[in-house]
C-alpha cells in the first residue's frame, strides 16, 4: 500500500534502515529510490570490484576452479595450501 512520504518520512526511513528495503518514491517528474547506507555501501563496493579488470578476472578465475561453488569455505582455503 503507498504511503504518503509527507506524513510518513521518519517510519519510511525508519524501515529502510531496521528491515534494509529499498523504497520508491513516484514523483510527477520522475522516480527516485530510498536505500539505507549499508546497502548503499554495498552497492558502490560491487560496482568498484566490477570496473576493476584484475579483480573481475580474478572473481573468473575462481568460478572456473570451482564451478559447482564450494559448499564449506575452509575446504576451498585446502586447495590454495
Known sequence: ???????????????VVRDNERCVVTTKGGNAVIVSEEAWNSLMETLYILSDPEMLSSIEEAESEYPNGCVEWRECLKDTE
Open 1 to 15: 500500500m503507498p504511503l504518503n512520504i509527507k506524513e510518513n518520512l521518519l517510519s519510511i526511513l525508519d524501515r
